[in-house]
């Protein structure tokens, strides 16, 4: 184990330097909250591309795709979760060129949700979106907090209150702004990293050869693409992530940032093929630890810091722990800002006009309370797994509905929350982490199928896929969508004055 | 189904199709960071 003290001094520079960078980019260029929470038309394809990676790739890909190679079925497994977190970002390229044809000038998901189908489906979207990206922020805290005391003994609350209160000052300052440009250069500083660290793990473990003979040794699935368990896995995966990641107010973020349609392809393209890569190098640490005998006593969650806690040198290890601020800091700047801008942009349909000012401070207000209450949870060292899962349950029967109202005039508001409840009653009644409260319900508990997250998910999707398609059958609701925009207006009034104007109009 | 298209595709998981996996990630890896740099560079000048 690397010393506290030199991990301490790591975490700590590497903390001041993304800090310094976020605020130094951000002078000057945030002049109104519509600067703040968004960024119409300024990523080319570059920036957005590196935004998009580094506000997906959180310090999760250290775990959960490691834990997925050592306990959920090998290689199968990591497979479906690095193609499973690529295709939502495939999906991004039709569906968010719609989204800017639509909605031009909108800034989030739940603006346009309340606009196409009205506040039934737009609390719906809220509710779960906003618990989605609370919880992603506080996994990865947890996440963070957690590995950095394993690996080098940092106590989890200095962790937390580090990693989280230094992006909440240049997230606060420069909002959006602050968060791509800082997502940019974490990308370009992550990438190589993460190619000479995995590099340095695979010499330091003897080769690819030595890897995999220790792999086959050990239990021959983990290497055997078509492993019934380890595919279950990868496709239920896929569909929890898919569901979420639609609903993800980061990525909407960053379509509106996107300076075109041939950047938007771009960005969200080469993001879709670099997720691959990096989801599997880190998975395969999953594989590594079970070769190595290292998860036999339990521990799969951690598997990915076992390996480098009990192989590698010093030098991979302070890598990895580079890596991992770099990882959570990207993330976190990009789940504060969005929970921030969302309602943001509903206080300035939900208040009486209100001021610049008014929704200065309340969108900084806003980044600031989701920071100070992930960065506690995150320190508390809670398991979140299961809200996440629910979260992403949640997400699965939800996507499709919301979707389909960029696409279909017939679908009406009540179609598509009825479609929603509908996935996610299927959805529940196989979903395992409810089934005691679920089952306990008298008379019901007899007549649920067997718990399992695949038919949970997959389920969820298919039942709220299958209630849209009758909800547009059936009923014609007539929605104009080229009028969807008619309420959505930009928040830019310049704040040079510092508000007054606005405090003066009314 | 999906057994059979993968072995369609033809990944075998022995140790030369590991070596290119492993290796083949990592290229691809420093392969987006060279875009990004490049798309960077060119975003620089055009503005």
Do not use: C
Request: hydrophobic share 55%; no cysteine.
């Amino acid at each position: 184990m690397i010393s506290t003290a030199v991990a301490l001094t790591a975490v700590i520079l590497t903390i001041l330097a993304v800090t310094a960078f976020g605020l130094f980019a951000a002078r000057g260029r945030v002049r109104s909250v519509e600067d703040y929470i968004s960024a119409h038309d300024s990523a080319g394809p570059g920036t957005l591309t590196a935004t998009i990676i580094a506000s997906m790739m959180g310090v999760w890909i250290l775990f959960s795709p490691a834990e997925a190679g050592a306990a959920f079925g090998g290689l199968p497994a990591i497979l479906g979760y690095a193609i499973g977190s690529a295709i939502p970002l495939l999906l991004f390229i039709p569906v968010g060129t719609r989204i800017r044809a639509i909605v031009p000038a909108g800034h989030s998901l739940t603006e346009f949700a309340y606009a196409r189908f009205g506040t039934g489906m737009y609390l719906f979207v809220l509710v779960v979106s906003v618990f989605y990206m609370f919880i992603f922020l506080a996994a990865e805290m947890t996440g963070i907090a957690g590995a950095l005391s394993l690996v080098t003994g940092i106590p989890r609350w200095q962790t937390a209150l580090l990693v989280g209160g230094f992006a909440l000052i240049y997230t606060v300052y420069g909002g959006l702004v602050a968060s791509i440009v800082t997502d940019t250069v974490q990308t370009l500083v992550l990438l190589p990293l993460l190619a000479v660290g995995f590099g340095g793990a695979v010499f330091a473990l003897g080769g690819a050869g030595e890897i995999h003979a220790a792999a086959i040794a050990a239990d021959a699935t983990l290497l055997d693409p078509t492993f019934g368990s380890g595919l279950k896995f990868g496709v239920y995966i896929a569909f929890a992530i898919l569901g979420a990641n639609l609903l993800n107010q980061g990525m909407w973020q960053r379509v509106y940032a996107a300076d075109g349609d041939s950047s938007l392809r771009w960005g969200f393209g080469v993001a879709a093929i670099a997720v691959v890569p990096m989801i599997l190098l880190a998975g395969l640490f999953g594989i590594v630890s079970t070769a190595l005998g290292l998860t036999e006593s339990g521990g799969a969650s951690i598997a990915f810091f076992l390996v480098v806690e009990s192989v590698f040198p010093d030098w991979v290890t302070l890598t990895v722990v580079v890596l991992a601020v770099l990882l959570v800091m990207s993330s976190a700047d990009t789940m504060f800002n969005a929970i921030a801008s969302v309602i943001t942009a509903d206080l300035a349909r939900l208040l009486d006009r209100p001021t610049q000012r008014n929704l200065w401070v309340g969108s900084r207000v806003l980044t600031g309370t989701v920071g100070v209450g992930s960065i506690i949870i995150g320190s508390q060292g809670y398991s979140v797994l299961e809200l996440f899962l629910t979260a992403d349950l949640l997400a699965a029967a939800l996507f499709v509905p919301f979707l389909a109202g960029l696409y279909s005039e017939r679908l009406s508001g009540a179609g598509a929350v009825v479609s929603g409840l509908a996935g996610f009653a299927v959805g529940v009644t196989y979903f395992p982490l409810l089934r005691g409260p679920i089952g306990s319900i008298p008379g019901l508990g007899p007549l649920l199928p067997a718990p399992a997250f695949l038919s949970a998910f997959v389920g969820a999707t298919v039942a709220s896929t299958g209630g849209t398609i009758l909800a547009i059958a059936l009923w014609d609701a007539d929605i104009d969508l080229s009028s969807v925009d008619r309420d959505i207006r930009s928040l830019d009034e310049p704040m040079a004055d510092g508000g007054r104007n606005g405090e003066e109009n009314k | 189904m999906i057994p059979s298209v993968i072995a369609v595709l033809g990944v075998a998981i022995g140790p030369t199709s590991f070596f290119a996996l492993v290796w083949g990630a990592i290229l691809v890896v420093v392969l987006v960071f060279i875009f990004i740099v490049r798309a960077l560079i060119l975003d620089a000048k055009r503005t």
